[in-house]
């Protein structure tokens, strides 16, 4: 429904694009842009996985866990949604080492941004799985399925199809969150930039660039999720 | 010895003091974007079809890209163009800017929720569309979608740390500053993040309240529709 308004903006871009590629100079950023780009990549990739496995381990555990495995999911879901994600990233990097732990950067940023973004979609799959029509679970249990098996045979799979749309919005989120990590000293792409930016003051290039490959990125994820969306319920259909 | 409270009382007093900057930042930040989301929302209703076109374009820019770049373009690249703006003045503006755009879609929402029989009613009355949006259509679009702002407001008041990054002296700064000056960042940061829990957890108790009290009100409008 948005795709027309998203396609026209990224042709838009994509001249705004070839017209900045046309002023002088523009070939001394891109290496450098990419490079960042390319950890920028990375850390949205790493923190994606580390997100969706979250996610279906604190909704399960805050739906079907034993009690004290629920307060542990409730309170994992409402620490990490109710603080900043910069606080999130600025604790692990500055306070961790205290207690001992020393990660690399790299490892918080995943960590950081994928246990926050986590806890955003834990919420996303339980709305999902609790919007599977209860018949399905009736039938399961009517057919003598133990719970574990009904949920990753009959209920999972069709909730997944239901919760494409919210994690592309969530991975959109997470991706616009790895801006965060060039403030931990990672080389990202807003890091780049930045540091381009204090030694060639070209500002409006740099950030120019800058804001279109987020833009692209970002188109990147949407296209990709609508694929993946159409790919899955098309299973679905066949099914029913 | 991993926390300590003498240094937790020494520096609570400047946390509280930054604590303000942060509010300030999140009330102007709101003002914006509540206001900038109606104009957005109302623009990309327009019949004429590129001011829709853009306004939707504008949207979808800002929604896909990091506010933290935003908050560095305001900043850096406005002064290119003659446009020089205090640190809180750029950041409340690029908040407001990112929120506005998320607010636009909210208000959208309740824009197109209103019933078309009112348009068509206010039509026959021979109400101009200025007096329409006034009277008829916002106040009947704007309190169903309230606790939707809500959780923007929530949303934009954990984002204020980001303006950190260019130097307003908000909490996340200060608890940087004060964890550099004595090497203990343990305490500074752990209660900016128990200061950012409690208070969006608040807001989210009251966010319900206002919900459940909406829903019970919006139910039965003195009677009315």
């Given at each position: 429904m948005q795709l027309r308004p998203l396609a026209v903006c990224a042709i838009v871009f994509f001249t705004a694009g070839l017209a900045v590629s046309s002023f002088a100079g523009f070939r001394e950023f891109i290496p450098g842009?990419?490079?960042?780009?390319?950890?920028?990549?990375?850390?949205t990739i790493g923190g994606c996985l580390l997100a969706v496995v979250m996610a279906l381990i604190a909704a399960m555990a805050k739906m079907y866990g034993p009690l004290p495995l629920r307060w542990l999911a409730v309170a994992y879901i409402e620490?990490?949604?109710?603080?900043?994600?910069?606080?999130?990233?600025?604790?692990?990097?500055?306070?961790?080492?205290?207690?001992?732990?020393?990660?690399?950067?790299?490892?918080?940023?995943?960590?950081?941004?994928?246990l926050n973004v986590g806890a955003y979609g834990a919420e996303v799959v339980r709305g999902a799985?609790?919007?599977?029509?209860?018949?399905?679970?009736?039938?399961?249990?009517?057919?003598?399925?133990?719970?574990?098996?009904?949920?990753?045979?009959?209920?999972?799979?069709?909730?997944?199809?239901?919760?494409?749309?919210?994690?592309?919005?969530?991975?959109?989120?997470?991706l616009k969150a790895t801006a965060l990590v060039s403030l931990i000293?990672?080389?990202d792409l807003t890091f780049k930039a930045q540091q381009m930016n204090q030694t060639t003051f070209r500002t409006i290039e740099i950030f120019t660039i800058v804001l279109v490959v987020y833009l692209a990125l970002s188109v990147l994820i949407t296209v990709g999720m609508r694929t993946l969306e159409t790919f899955a319920a098309r299973g679905i259909a066949r099914g029913r | 010895m991993f926390w300590d409270w003498n240094y937790v009382w020494e520096i609570t007093p400047t946390l509280l003091r930054a604590s303000v900057v942060t509010i300030q930042a999140t009330l102007l930040g709101f003002v914006l974007a509540a206001v900038l989301g109606l104009v957005l929302a109302i623009?990309?209703?327009?019949?004429?079809?590129?001011?829709?076109?853009?306004?939707?374009?504008?949207?979808?820019?800002?929604?896909?890209?990091?506010?933290?770049?935003?908050?560095?373009?305001i900043f850096f690249v406005f002064p290119e163009f003659g446009i020089v703006l205090p640190a809180m003045a750029a950041g409340v503006i690029a908040l407001g800017l990112h929120y506005g755009s998320y607010c636009s879609e909210v208000y959208r929402a309740g824009l197109e929720n209103v019933p078309k029989g009112q348009w068509e009613a206010s039509t026959a009355l021979n109400l101009s569309?200025?007096?329409?949006?006034?009277?008829?259509?916002?106040?009947?679009?704007?309190?169903?979608?309230?606790?939707a702002l809500g959780n923007y407001l929530v949303a934009l008041f954990k984002e204020t740390p980001l303006l950190s990054a260019i130097a307003v002296l908000e909490l996340m700064q200060t608890a940087k500053i004060l964890g550099s000056q004595s090497f203990r960042y343990v305490e500074p940061i752990t209660l900016v993040g128990g200061f950012?829990?409690?208070?969006?957890?608040?807001?989210?108790?009251?966010?319900?309240?206002?919900?459940?009290?909406?829903?019970?009100?919006?139910?039965?409008?003195?009677?009315?529709?």
């Open positions: 842009l990419l490079q960042g780009a390319a950890i920028t990549i990375q850390i620490v990490f949604r109710g603080t900043s994600a910069l606080v999130q990233l600025f604790w692990l990097f500055f306070v961790l080492p205290h207690f001992g732990v020393n990660l690399d950067p790299m490892t918080v940023a995943i960590t950081a941004l994928g799985v609790n919007a599977v029509a209860r018949g399905q679970w009736e039938a399961s249990v009517a057919l003598n399925m133990p719970r574990a098996l009904a949920l990753r045979r009959i209920i999972l799979p069709q909730a997944f199809v239901a919760m494409i749309p919210p994690w592309g919005n969530l991975f959109i989120e997470l000293t990672i080389s | 623009l990309r209703m327009s019949k004429t079809g590129w001011i829709s076109v853009t306004a939707a374009g504008f949207v979808e820019f800002i929604r896909s890209t990091p506010v933290l770049i935003q908050i560095f373009f569309p200025y007096i329409t949006f006034r009277d008829i259509i916002i106040p009947q679009a704007i309190p169903p979608v309230v606790p950012f829990l409690v208070m969006s957890l608040v807001a989210a108790a009251f966010i319900r309240q206002l919900e459940a009290y909406l829903n019970r009100t919006l139910r039965n409008p003195g009677g009315a529709r």
